[in-house]
C-alpha cells in the first residue's frame, strides 16, 4: 500500500490500523475524540508515541526508526480494526 494511500484512510479516522513489518506488528490508533487535534497513538513493538497531526503520523520514526512513509511500501498483513 502507497503512503498516500495509507494516509488518506487514516484521515478518515474511522479505523486503527494494524500491520507487520520487519516482522513485528505495529498500529496506529486514532482515538475516539477528535478534540485536541485529533490524536493518533502510534504503537511498535511495545514501544508508543503520541502524536496530534497527520504529518507527525505520517513521519515520526518508530518503526525500526522508519517512519510510516518511508515503510508504506513494505508492510504486511494489513488489517482496519
Known sequence: MTATALQK???KGWAMLVFQYHGK??????YCTREEGFPYLLWYEGDEKLVHSMDEVMN???FD???????????SDIDWC
Do not use: C, F
Not at 25 to 30: A, K, L, Q, R
Open 9 to 11: 484512510e487514516l484521515t
Open 25 to 30: 506488528e505495529g498500529h496506529v490508533d486514532p
Open 60 to 62: 515520526t520514526p518508530i
Open 65 to 75: 526508526s522508519r517512519s510510516l512513509a518511508e515503510i508504506a511500501g513494505d508492510i
